[in-house]
């Protein structure tokens, strides 16, 4: 189903639209690009990385890797859709990869011990993943 902008920001709660464009006005919208009907841009909000947003407007879904589960879009799927309305430019063409979906199949066959033991050897790999990791899981016990 095709999406359009402003039915996207009119999901939004009125204070998820205005903690949104107050990021989209500070220039928190980075790395913004688009193909046909997919927009993606990383979002630089108050934690110490920038969020990933992606959203797809011709199969109309949109994600944020941020932890807001509290309505169905965040202020950084705000903030990104206002700047494809009121900042076009910002958004460079180019042919976004279709990403493959990961298979997580595997991993829930895990044991406990076995997950702690991937994720730990995650850890030292790509150290930065983990920090974002845990930040979001502590931001969703807060
Ligand atoms: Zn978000």
Known sequence: MRLELESLLELADEGVHTRGEALFL??????????????QARVQGSA??????????????????CPYAWGPVCKHV?????AAL??????TRKKLGRR????LQAILELSDDELLRFLWQLAEVRPELMHEFAYNLMQRFE
Do not use: D
Request: glycine content about 8%; aromatic content about 8%; hydrophobic content about 45%.
């Open 26 to 39: 500070r220039g928190a919208v980075l790395e913004a690009a688009r193909s046909r009907g997919r927009l």
């Open 78 to 82: 705000v903030a990104v859709a206002l």
């Open 86 to 91: 009121e900042a076009p430019e910002i958004f």
């Open 48 to 65: 110490p990385f920038p969020y990933r947003v992606e959203i797809n407007l011709s199969q109309g879904g949109w994600a944020c890797t």
């Open 100 to 103: 493959a979906p990961v298979n």
